[in-house]
């Protein structure tokens, strides 16, 4: 754990140097249409529920988030698959042309307003609002929240919660630590239905 850590830490500094700042979203466009579209959508806007919208996520998240699937430290055999032997460039021309889509809210059920409320509250328990900022925008590595699948954020946070997901830190994990499944739903609900 403290090894995947360390190359953690090591991509991290690695991809945001000024040397891997080159970023050509048409270039990404691209490799996007070729390796990522059947999954996350031409427009980055997935259609299957438990997979991310991409579509105005933060660049710097995203190139983060494919170098850990590229390196085998977040293992999601399907992302580990699609990004084999990205290079640099490649993962920073997918992150700006990801990054340069406009956000759109994902097809959703109606809006339960006691869910959402109860969703609001656990939010502001948690202080949810601290690093993905208080519109849930996100930020840098913290992903944007609003305008994305509901069942992919119920899903991403009980992994967090469960110990089965964990990022470049554990943040995330203590941040819901205990949660119920009541109170994952309720978030999930509630983040998925604010734009």
Same mark, same amino acid.
């Given at each position: 754990?403290?090894?995947?850590?360390?190359?953690?830490?090591?991509?991290?500094?690695?991809?945001?140097?000024?040397?891997? &700042?080159?970023?050509?979203?048409?270039?990404?466009?691209? *490799?996007?249409?070729?390796?990522?579209?059947? %999954? /996350?959508?031409?427009?980055?806007?997935?259609?299957?529920?438990? *997979?991310?919208?991409?579509?105005?996520?933060?660049?710097?998240?995203?190139?983060? &988030?494919?170098?850990? !699937?590229?390196?085998?430290?977040?293992?999601?055999?399907?992302?580990?698959?699609?990004?084999?032997?990205?290079?640099?460039?490649?993962?920073?021309?997918?992150?700006?042309? =990801?990054?340069?889509?406009?956000?759109?809210?994902?097809?959703?059920?109606?809006?339960?307003?006691?869910?959402?409320?109860?969703? &609001?509250?656990?939010?502001?328990?948690?202080? %949810?609002?601290? %690093?993905?900022?208080?519109? =849930?925008?996100?930020?840098? &590595?913290?992903?944007?929240?609003?305008?994305?699948?509901?069942? !992919?954020?119920?899903?991403?946070?009980?992994? =967090?919660?469960?110990?089965?997901?964990?990022? *470049?830190?554990?943040?995330?994990?203590?941040?819901?630590?205990?949660?119920?499944?009541?109170? *994952?739903?309720?978030?999930?609900? /509630?983040?998925? /239905?604010?734009?």
């Amino acid at each position: 754990m403290k090894r995947a850590a360390l190359a953690a830490a090591l991509l991290w500094a690695a991809a945001f140097s000024p040397a891997a &700042q080159a970023r050509d979203p048409a270039r990404g466009a691209a *490799i996007a249409a070729q390796r990522c579209a059947a %999954c /996350h959508g031409a427009d980055g806007r997935s259609i299957a529920a438990e *997979i991310p919208m991409l579509a105005g996520q933060q660049r710097e998240f995203v190139t983060l &988030q494919l170098i850990l !699937f590229r390196e085998g430290i977040r293992p999601v055999p399907a992302m580990q698959a699609a990004a084999d032997k990205l290079s640099d460039e490649d993962v920073e021309a997918l992150a700006a042309h =990801y990054a340069g889509l406009p956000a759109r809210a994902a097809e959703r059920a109606p809006r339960d307003a006691a869910l959402a409320a109860r969703g &609001q509250a656990v939010s502001a328990a948690r202080n %949810c609002g601290v %690093c993905h900022l208080p519109d =849930y925008a996100g930020r840098a &590595q913290v992903p944007r929240l609003t305008r994305q699948h509901e069942a !992919f954020l119920a899903r991403t946070l009980a992994e =967090y919660r469960d110990g089965r997901r964990v990022g *470049i830190d554990t943040q995330m994990n203590g941040a819901v630590q205990g949660l119920a499944d009541a109170d *994952i739903a309720a978030l999930a609900h /509630h983040l998925a /239905h604010r734009d």
